[in-house]
């Protein structure tokens, strides 16, 4: 069935240190891959997204970076902080516009 | 975003109950979607609409009814509430496909089922 898979569950990492988060999706068809950030308590908010037709996409600290032929498809943090420390999701979008998430990430930046 | 808002915040109910929960947006956005969080399951998707009086499953419909007879309501009904829907439920709304897919959530609603 669609489902898109998402790994690590946990990371955890010294603040300045780089964080890489991966998912794989199982529909060939899917063209836009969001990633949300969810701080304790809050709710869900789009932090970057890529389209099938681009390789990555950067925005300051962040990067996505998609391998369509493998399917999968992975966020980049640069030099975090303590306040990236939250549960990061990834999704793929399915069909006409059913977005379809990972199991999410919870990351820890340690000072 | 004050856009999108749920209610109620919190809802205790028992087993058997029928619980509603409602979702309203100020967008005008066609696009509406249920998902519920559970610890380890990440966001799944309950229902969506692409419009009013368009809707459709997703991946665990099951036990969940949608309405859509407005486009800025999107209430979700659990008919006899189970323990297994306990949950956190978040409802998010889009303008749709192109350049704007992004997903607005709304705070969220803490629903437990004893």
């Known amino acids: 069935g669609e489902n898109v898979e998402q790994h690590p569950s946990t990371l955890s990492v010294q603040e300045g240190d780089s964080a890489v988060i991966k998912c794989t999706y199982s529909?060939?068809?899917?063209?836009?891959f969001p990633w949300y950030k969810q701080e304790l308590g809050k709710r869900p908010q789009l932090i970057i997204d890529?389209?099938?037709?681009?390789g990555e996409k950067k925005d300051q600290r962040i990067a996505v970076t998609l391998n369509k032929t493998a399917k999968h498809f992975s966020l980049h943090i640069t030099e975090t902080q303590p306040e990236d420390s939250a549960v990061y999701f990834c999704a793929a979008k399915i069909g006409y516009n059913k977005l379809i998430f990972g199991a999410g990430t919870r990351l820890a930046v340690h000072p | 975003d004050a856009g999108i808002t749920q209610s109620p915040r919190y809802k205790i109910t028992e087993t058997g109950r029928q619980v509603t929960l409602m979702c309203h947006q100020t967008w005008s956005h066609s696009y509406m979607f249920w998902y519920r969080q559970d610890l380890g399951h990440g966001l799944r998707l309950i229902y969506y609409?692409?419009?009013?009086?368009?809707?459709d499953k997703g991946e665990v419909p099951d036990g969940y009814v949608v309405s859509r007879s407005k486009t800025e309501n999107f209430p979700l009904t659990l008919e006899s509430a189970t323990r297994s829907q306990t949950s956190v439920y978040f409802c998010a709304s889009s303008e749709g496909t192109g350049r704007n897919e992004k997903l607005f959530f709304g705070s969220g609603t803490q629903l437990s089922v004893l």
């Open positions: 529909d060939s068809a899917s063209n836009y």
């Open positions: 890529i389209r099938s037709n681009v």
């Open positions: 609409s692409a419009a009013a009086d368009i809707t």
